[in-house]
T-cell receptor
Framework: DAKTTQPTSMDCAEGRAANLPCNHS???????VYWYRQIHSQGPQYIIH???NNETNEMASLIITEDRKSSTLILPHATLRDTAVYYC?????????????FGKGTKLSVIP | DAGVIQSPRHEVTEMGQEVTLRCKPI?????LFWYRQTMMRGLELLIY????????DSGMPEDRFSAKMPNASFSTLKIQPSEPRDSAVYFC???????????FGPGTRLTVL
């Protein structure tokens, strides 16, 4: 699976959009971008994933650049409960693929 | 749905004792994973089951660790004998056959004194 690079930490004001970047310059054509987060003392939680088109769900939006070498997770209106470590993971889907390789992630602090 | 259930949530034991962690996956999910998380090493996959069969146990640290899945609704991770370096949070996750999304339990915080 391709390696990802994320900033170690970020701050965001409550109510503002949180934009979390991820670089994955060695991504292959069949690799998806997944985002999970881990709130303190809880298990990781799936947020969103995509291949090349932008994706949106009730939690967040995922913007993937046209060359697919980077992506941005957007939390449109951050709340204090969004304070967590956010992991960007690149992996192949299906065909027996199951590995989720968690890096160090980005620690997002939402400030009141 | 109750989500993935793990027990106990906290376990404190002494070195040399046997420890058994338990997991109930989400009903209908056919894949189950055990992870370990420490400050030093982050989240590591220990073992992966598909349809109750262990597929990949390459992450199991050593023979002191063993995992079983006797049926689709229950799995155990056993450490015998336990050592202080086994202290960590152990997560169980399950995955449906229809997507590659893994759903994690709340974890068991293990402390070996």
């Amino acid at each position: 699976d391709a390696k990802t690079t994320q900033p170690t930490s970020m701050d965001c004001a409550e109510g503002r959009a949180a934009n979390l970047p991820c670089n994955h310059s060695t991504i292959s054509g069949n690799e998806y971008v997944y985002w999970y987060r881990q709130i303190h003392s809880q298990g990781p939680q799936y947020i969103i994933h995509g291949l090349k088109n932008n994706e949106t769900n009730e939690m967040a939006s995922l913007i993937i650049t046209e060359d697919r070498k980077s992506s941005t997770l957007i939390l449109p209106h951050a709340t204090l409960r969004d304070t967590a470590v956010y992991y960007c993971i690149v992996r192949v889907e299906g065909a027996g693929s199951y590995q989720l390789t968690f890096g160090k992630g980005t620690k997002l602090s939402v400030i009141p | 749905d109750a989500g993935v259930i793990q027990s106990p949530r906290h376990e404190v034991t002494e070195m040399g004792q046997e420890v058994t962690l338990r997991c109930k996956p989400i009903s209908g999910h056919n894949s189950l994973f055990w992870y370990r998380q420490t400050m030093m090493r982050g989240l590591e996959l220990l073992i992966y089951f598909n349809n109750n069969v262990p597929i990949d146990d390459s992450g199991m640290p050593e023979d002191r660790f063993s995992a079983k899945m006797p049926n689709a609704s229950f799995s155990t991770l056993k450490i015998q004998p336990s050592e202080p370096r086994d202290s960590a949070v152990y997560f169980c996750a399950s995955m449906p056959g229809t997507t590659d999304t893994q759903y994690f339990g709340p974890g068991t915080r293990l402390t070996v004194l």
